[in-house]
């Protein structure tokens, strides 16, 4: 069983996503469940790009990835990153991000999934992405992390992107403990962010910041619950005294 998460840019202007978008998205949503995903939601809302994530099983994946891609051009207001999906590997282009990891089969099936937009950011967003991976590795109750960023450019199911020109990752990691999603999400977090120019965002937050500049959201799916990671974890840096 694994948990992918893809994301893309299909929003009409470069710094937001609009609400009619985001709503639209998550009333197709059900379609997935009905191709056969134990859970999706839109996890993810980042500048202006959204993810879709599901569990699914391991001999539905490609139906389930089709899906995901079918909702995103369904309901896209310009279709930006799915011009670049190619069948031919030599010929994707800036396309859409993917990831998945391993879900271990039991009661207890969370994951965290990072998304990352870029407003000048393109050169370095990978190095940010993959600090959050590296983070992750080998930590306890991680069960499956996604590839690096870079290494993959085949998406089942839907075709082929260029691993150089698409530049807003999506990271996503399996957690079987439910305690250490908070553990696991902040070190991930803490890493990103401790990249030049990159800055943590609540969940459907325009991209407001100086050219340059990478924003991540974070988000855990717990019990199929969603929970935007940003929130508590900016109350928990708080200084205190």
Same mark, same amino acid.
């Given at each position: 069983?694994?948990? $992918?998460a !893809?994301?893309?840019?299909?929003?009409?202007?470069d710094v937001?996503?609009?609400? &009619?978008l985001?709503?639209n !998205?998550?009333?197709d949503?059900?379609k997935l469940?009905?191709?056969g995903a134990?859970?999706?939601?839109?996890? @993810?809302?980042?500048g202006d790009?959204?993810? !879709?994530?599901a569990? $699914?099983?391991?001999?539905l994946?490609?139906?389930v @990835?089709?899906g995901? $891609?079918?909702?995103l051009?369904?309901n896209?207001e310009h279709t930006g990153?799915?011009?670049g999906?190619?069948?031919?590997p030599?010929?994707?282009g800036?396309? !859409? /991000?993917y990831?998945?990891?391993n879900l271990?089969e039991?009661?207890?099936q969370d994951?965290?999934?990072?998304a990352?937009?870029t407003?000048?950011?393109?050169?370095f967003?990978?190095e940010v992405?993959n /600090?959050?991976?590296d983070?992750?590795t080998g930590?306890?109750?991680?069960?499956g992390i /996604?590839?690096k960023i870079?290494t993959r450019k085949d998406?089942?199911g839907?075709g082929?992107?260029?691993?150089s020109?698409?530049?807003?990752p999506?990271?996503? $990691? /399996?957690?079987?403990?439910?305690?250490?999603i908070?553990?696991?999400? &902040?070190a991930?977090?803490g890493?990103a962010l401790?990249n030049?120019n990159?800055?943590?965002?609540r969940?459907?937050?325009?991209?407001?910041?100086?050219?340059?500049?990478v924003l991540? &959201?974070v988000t855990?799916i717990? @019990?199929?619950?969603?929970?935007?990671l940003?929130?508590p974890f900016? @109350?928990?840096?708080r200084i205190l005294?």
């Amino acid at each position: 069983m694994k948990v $992918v998460a !893809i994301g893309a840019d299909i929003s009409n202007n470069d710094v937001s996503v609009s609400d &009619s978008l985001v709503k639209n !998205i998550e009333e197709d949503i059900p379609k997935l469940l009905e191709l056969g995903a134990r859970k999706a939601a839109l996890t @993810n809302i980042t500048g202006d790009d959204v993810v !879709i994530t599901a569990f $699914v099983e391991d001999e539905l994946l490609e139906t389930v @990835n089709a899906g995901i $891609v079918e909702i995103l051009r369904d309901n896209a207001e310009h279709t930006g990153d799915l011009d670049g999906i190619s069948q031919d590997p030599d010929e994707g282009g800036e396309g !859409i /991000s993917y990831a998945e990891a391993n879900l271990e089969e039991g009661f207890y099936q969370d994951a965290i999934v990072m998304a990352f937009d870029t407003y000048g950011g393109e050169g370095f967003v990978a190095e940010v992405a993959n /600090s959050a991976i590296d983070a992750a590795t080998g930590m306890k109750a991680v069960t499956g992390i /996604s590839d690096k960023i870079g290494t993959r450019k085949d998406i089942p199911g839907v075709g082929y992107v260029s691993t150089s020109a698409t530049d807003d990752p999506v990271v996503v $990691v /399996s957690v079987n403990e439910l305690e250490q999603i908070a553990v696991v999400a &902040s070190a991930m977090i803490g890493a990103a962010l401790g990249n030049k120019n990159t800055y943590l965002v609540r969940k459907h937050t325009p991209c407001n910041v100086l050219p340059g500049s990478v924003l991540v &959201s974070v988000t855990a799916i717990m @019990n199929g619950n969603m929970i935007d990671l940003s929130i508590p974890f900016e @109350n928990k840096t708080r200084i205190l005294g």
